[in-house]
C-alpha cells in the first residue's frame, strides 16, 4: 500500500504499463465544490513539453468515479482514475535482464522477481499524474482557507534563478514549459536541457517552493512536524535527492546572530527575514513557507552504460531508447507543488478548522 497523511490520506495504485493509475482520497469534508477545469490544467503542467520533455502525447483525462454528487465531494472517499494509453512496453523489456543504472531496477528485480518492469512499474513517475489530480482538489481546498502554494523551477543544471521569488511570480511560471520564473531563464534552461538531450544524456535540477497564509503555529512536532511531513512527502516523488527549508544548508556558515528571523510587530507579529523557511519548532512562524527540493537527472540516457547481465551473470551494457525526459524537472514543479497542497490539507484536518461547506 502506497499511504500518505492522517486524517486526508491519499492511497496511491497503478503501474506505467497497467490499465490505468489512480489513487482513493480520503477524508474530505462533504461539500467541497470541486473545479475540475483546474484539476485538469495542473494535471496538463505534468505533461512532457515539445522540445524539452519526451516526445510521447500522454492522453491524461482526470476522472472521479466515486465520492462526487453534482461536482461536489459527497464525504465519501474520493476514487481518481487517470488511464494509460498509448503504451509501449517492447524498449522496456530488456532492463529486466540489463537494469538500468540509477533506475529502480536492480532493487525492485531483486525483490520482486514478479516486478513489472514495462514502463518502470510502479517505480514509474507515471503515477504522480494521480497526485497532481489529487493535491490539485486539496490545493482548492486549501485556498478556501486562505492557503496558496505555488512551485517553479529554481536550476537546471548549470543555469541557475539568482532572484528570490514571490508566491505571485511562482503561479506566473505555469506560462513557461521549463517553469522558470522569466523568459530569460526559460530560454537558457530549455537550451541545457537540449544540449543534454543532444549528448544521449540527462539533466537534473532544483523546484522551490511558496506557501503563503499559514498561521502562527500551524503544524505539529516531533515526527508530524511540518517540515518532517514535507520531507517525507518530497521523498516519495521518484528522483527527489534532497529538500532544504529557507537558507538550509548555508545556514551552517552563519552565525546564530545572522541565521536568526527578528520579529517585528506590524499589526500581527511578522518576521524580517525567511532563513528558516518559515517554520519554527514544527510549526509555522507565520511567514512564507519556503522550500527547495533537489531532483536528479533522469536515469534512462541513450548514452550507452555499464551494467550486470542478470541471465548470464556477467558484466554488460546497457542504453535506453524510448520514451524519456531529458530532464524530470520542469514537470516534477507541479508534483512537488501537489503533494505540499496534500500535506497542507492534512493538516488542516488535524488541526480540527471547522468546516466551511455546510
Ligand atoms: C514526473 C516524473 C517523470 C519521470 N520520468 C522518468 C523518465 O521518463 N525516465 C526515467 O528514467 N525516470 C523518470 N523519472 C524518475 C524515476 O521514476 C526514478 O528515478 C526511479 O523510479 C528511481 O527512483 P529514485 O530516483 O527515487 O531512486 C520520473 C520522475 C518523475 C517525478
Not at 499511504?3 to 486526508?8: E, Y
Not at 486539496?138 to 486562505?146: I, K, M
Not at 511531513?229 to 535527492?241: H, R, T, V
Not at 509555522?284 to 551494467?307: C, H, Y
Amino acid at each position: 500500500m502506497y499511504q500518505m497523511g492522517r486524517r486526508i490520506v491519499l492511497d496511491l495504485f497503478g503501474r506505467s504499463h497497467a490499465d490505468c493509475v489512480g489513487c482513493v482520497l480520503h477524508g474530505l469534508p462533504a461539500g467541497i465544490p470541486i473545479d475540475m477545469a483546474s484539476v485538469q490544467s495542473d494535471v496538463d503542467l505534468r505533461k512532457p513539453s515539445a522540445g524539452i520533455g519526451t516526445p510521447r502525447t500522454e492522453s491524461d483525462a482526470v476522472e472521479i468515479l466515486q465520492g462526487t454528487v453534482d461536482g461536489r465531494t459527497d464525504g465519501n472517499p474520493l476514487l481518481i482514475v487517470i488511464r494509460n494509453k498509448n503504451t509501449d512496453s517492447s524498449a522496456y523489456l530488456r532492463f529486466g535482464v540489463t537494469p538500468r543504472p540509477g533506475h529502480a531496477d536492480l532493487p525492485a528485480l531483486v525483490k520482486n522477481p514478479l516486478h513489472d518492469i514495462r514502463g518502470g512499474g510502479q517505480f514509474s513517475g507515471r503515477l504522480t499524474v494521480a497526485i497532481v489530480a489529487a493535491g490539485s482538489i486539496c490545493r482548492q481546498f486549501n485556498e478556501a482557507y486562505g492557503i496558496r502554494t505555488s512551485a517553479h523551477t529554481s536550476s537546471i543544471g548549470a543555469v541557475a534563478d539568482p532572484s528570490p521569488r514571490s508566491l505571485e511570480e511562482s503561479v506566473r511560471s505555469r506560462g513557461f514549459p521549463t517553469r522558470a520564473c522569466s523568459e530569460e531563464l526559460h530560454r537558457a534552461m530549455s537550451a541545457e536541457i537540449l544540449a543534454a538531450g543532444e549528448d544521449g544524456d540527462s539533466v537534473g535540477g532544483v523546484v522551490e517552493c511558496i506557501t503563503e497564509g499559514l498561521p502562527i503555529g500551524f503544524g505539529d512536532i516531533w515526527f508530524d512536524a511540518l517540515d518532517a511531513l514535507l520531507a517525507k512527502a518530497m521523498f516519495g516523488i521518484p528522483a527527489c535527492k534532497g529538500i532544504e527549508f529557507g537558507k538550509g544548508f548555508r545556514l551552517t556558515r552563519m552565525r546564530g546572530s545572522q541565521s536568526n528571523d527578528p520579529f517585528y510587530y506590524d499589526d500581527g507579529v511578522k518576521t524580517r527575514s525567511g532563513n528558516m523557511g518559515g517554520i519554527l519548532g514544527g510549526m509555522s512562524d507565520g511567514g512564507p513557507l519556503v522550500f527547495r527540493t533537489a531532483f536528479k537527472p533522469t536515469p534512462s540516457i541513450a548514452k550507452e552504460q555499464d551494467t550486470v547481465n542478470l541471465v548470464e551473470m556477467r558484466d554488460d551494457k546497457v542504453a535506453a531508447t524510448g520514451r524519456h525526459d531529458p530532464c524530470i524537472v520542469p514537470r516534477a514543479a507541479i508534483v512537488v507543488e501537489s503533494m505540499t497542497a496534500l500535506v497542507i490539507a492534512d493538516q488542516i484536518a488535524c488541526e480540527d478548522y471547522p468546516t466551511l461547506w455546510r
